[in-house]
């Protein structure tokens, strides 16, 4: 008997059509706006218990499921989020994100047209624990990005944004102080909520080098159906 909760049939087969990508060591899922990738002091089952339910109830796994968690995405933002399925991929995947060999890129939709079609941001960030918000100032940790105009809509601006550090809500905040806040995002200056309570940033995109078959990895996540006049 399984030492992890049985999943209905309907979300198996959700979860099971939310894998971008799979092998012996690695998982790359599609995460929804709220869902959370590793628990918080709210107590909602995080992504990675429910991974481990999945593949138990899957595999047959009577046992312990190891299920790492290399990076996180906040809970409002959708998109590919990586997990180690063993502790040796693991270890390799959290030195590759210390060094800065894991790419990743984001999609951001904003009702702010950039001041420019592209550019390269350079602020430093200091973060309210209390607020859980960070803040532009003229001291603080150093944070990089960079980011291109991609798209428009009649309403919207689609902003394609690539990390040169990896700060608390670093593209929310930066992009926020340009002028662009990101649609839903009201913690950081938009007029109003998406109805799912999420916000419009997409984790679009990651490239690494498999960290045990030393192959290529690139994985895109698609564009939310809640993105309308957005082509992915």
Not at 107 to 125: Q, V
Not at 207 to 213: A, G, L, S, T
Request: glycine fraction near 8%; charged fraction near 30%; include cysteine.
């Amino acid at each position: 008997m399984s030492i992890y909760r049985t999943l209905q049939q309907e979300e198996f087969l959700d979860l099971q059509g939310r894998i971008l990508y799979e092998d012996n060591h690695l998982i790359i899922f599609n995460k929804r706006t709220g869902e959370i990738v590793q628990g918080d002091k709210t107590g909602d089952e995080p992504l990675s218990e429910t991974l481990k339910a999945f593949i138990a109830q899957r595999d047959g796994k009577p046992g312990q499921v190891f299920m790492g968690v290399p990076h996180r995405l906040d809970r409002p933002v959708s998109g590919v989020v990586l997990f180690a399925k063993t502790s040796k991929a693991l270890e390799r995947l959290n030195e590759m994100l210390r060094k800065g060999d894991v790419h990743k890129t984001y999609w951001a939709l904003s009702a702010g047209r950039p001041p420019k079609e592209e550019d390269t941001l350079t602020d430093f960030l200091v973060r309210n624990e209390a607020q859980n918000k960070s803040y532009v100032s003229k001291t603080g940790k150093e944070a990089r990005l960079k980011y291109k105009l991609i798209q428009t809509t009649e309403r919207y601006f689609l902003l394609e944004v690539e990390l040169y550090t990896g700060r608390h809500h670093q593209i929310r905040c930066q992009l926020s102080h340009m002028g662009c806040p990101i649609k839903g995002d009201l913690k950081y200056g938009a007029k109003r909520s998406n109805p799912d309570g999420g916000i419009c940033l997409l984790a679009r995109r990651i490239q690494f080098i498999h960290p045990v078959k030393k192959t290529e990895v690139d994985v895109t996540a698609p564009v939310p159906k809640s993105w309308k006049g957005i082509q992915g």
